[in-house]
């Protein structure tokens, strides 16, 4: 079986750190060889783009751009660069895109329980819970998940990660870099 390949420049996009805080820049930057036009770098959630800027390359083919964080989003995103331009020979749109993941920490939120503590099978357990914001003020629209278990269930299953320990070592990984050759 024989594949031909389209042989095109390459491309990179990079963020200076994959995890951000929902309240600080994205710096966007990259390598974008043999441009035909500018690029539009957007932040996108869930396939939706939130904010984009377009970036100009310069002769030796670099960008950068920063990106601000719409408030309210928060999670796994998508830097995703697209080139503006067509090919002058033909007239055809380029169709050169790269992106990388990153993610953005929500806002900190400063959470209360009232009521926690271990109950026996068939007490009942009556919890307050009290969400703010960083300002101090109630927080609306706040989904909250409450996980009863029973230890000697944990203790026969084999320890994973928990999601503080992915984002930590997510922080203190080196930016991610994707390298595209098309």
Known sequence: ISIALENRPATTVGVVRSVV??????AVEGE????????LVSLVREGTPVVSRVARV???GHFGTTLTV???VYGACTV??????WDPRTGVPSTRRDQVSVF????????????LGRYRPGDTARLGVEVKNKHGAPQKDVGLALSVVDERVLALSTPEADLVTVI????????GVGQTAG
């Open 70 to 72: 719409p408030a309210g």
């Open 32 to 39: 974008w060889q043999q441009a035909q036009g500018p690029l």
């Open 104 to 115: 953005v920490r929500p806002e900190p939120l400063l959470l209360t329980l009232q009521g």
């Open 21 to 26: 805080r929902a309240d600080e820049p994205i």
């Open 80 to 85: 995703r660069a697209v080139e503006m331009g």
């Open 58 to 60: 310069d002769e030796r």
């Open 168 to 175: 930590h070592a997510l922080e203190t990984q080196k930016a």
